[in-house]
């Protein structure tokens, strides 16, 4: 079975400085993707980032970036110039590669509530 | 453009009425999926269908059935409810097996659901 564990269920950071969550996982397949989705108090939840195992180079979108150590199962998120913006729930989720038919099951960590002050 | 939308936004239902939630996506996705959220949980899915097929029920109750029309639209119907049903319901859409970001589940807005 696959796991998606955030030991952080709330962190906050000041605007304009740099905040990281953590994620670790487990999993018995060899290829998979690894996801950072975040979902603000208006509900709809947004993908952030997105990162496949295969791939040793981490992942980057404008001031988000990933620190994906895959024999540590190790995913984590930071922020860089943290906007106001960025408050929100933080989900990290798993999916393996997708088996015959198409898809498969998205596993979800806990979450991580941040917390952006002015 | 990585549009889902559902509606209706809200929904609030007796636990013997027979209501409907929508699901659409115009982008070509071929796996489309349901998940209900409880405060401050992760999502839990439901159900996925892919290529207009049910490929996983998580066990769900049958007052909950799915249905994929066509490949563009995915409803949710509901009967005989009860009040810890109430929840946001998510649907996700992922691109085919061939396409770019494969594998990556775009989510719409949500319908707030609420039984009495």
């Known amino acids: 079975a696959q796991t998606v564990t955030q030991s952080q269920p709330e962190m906050s950071v000041q605007e304009a400085e740099t905040v990281t969550l953590s994620c670790t996982y487990d999993t018995s397949e060899s290829d998979y993707y690894l996801f950072w989705y975040k979902q603000p108090p208006s509900r709809q939840m947004i993908l952030v980032i997105r990162q496949e195992a295969y791939k040793q180079q981490n992942a980057t979108e404008n001031r988000f970036s990933v620190n994906f150590q895959k024999a540590a199962k190790s995913f984590s998120l930071k922020i860089s110039d943290s906007q106001l913006g960025d408050a929100a729930m933080y989900f990290c989720a798993l999916t393996s590669i997708r088996g015959q038919g198409g898809s498969e099951k998205l596993v979800f960590g806990k979450g991580t509530k941040l917390t952006v002050n002015p | 453009d990585t549009e889902v939308t559902q509606t209706p936004k809200h929904l609030v239902m007796g636990m013997t009425n027979k209501k409907s939630l929508k699901c659409e996506q115009h982008m070509g996705h071929r796996a489309m999926y349901w998940y209900k959220q409880k405060a401050k949980k992760p999502p839990e899915l439901m159900f996925v269908?892919?290529?207009?097929?049910?490929?996983i029920n998580e066990s769900v109750p049958s007052r909950f059935s799915p249905e994929c029309p066509n490949s563009s639209l995915l409803n949710l119907h509901l009967h005989a409810l009860q009040p810890e049903d109430s929840a946001l319901y998510l649907c996700?859409?992922?691109?085919?097996?061939?396409?770019?970001?494969?594998?990556?589940?775009?989510f719409g807005p949500g319908t707030r659901l609420t039984v009495l």
């Open positions: 996700a859409s992922s691109p085919s097996p061939l396409a770019d970001l494969q594998d990556t589940q775009y």
């Open positions: 269908y892919s290529y207009e097929k049910l490929s």
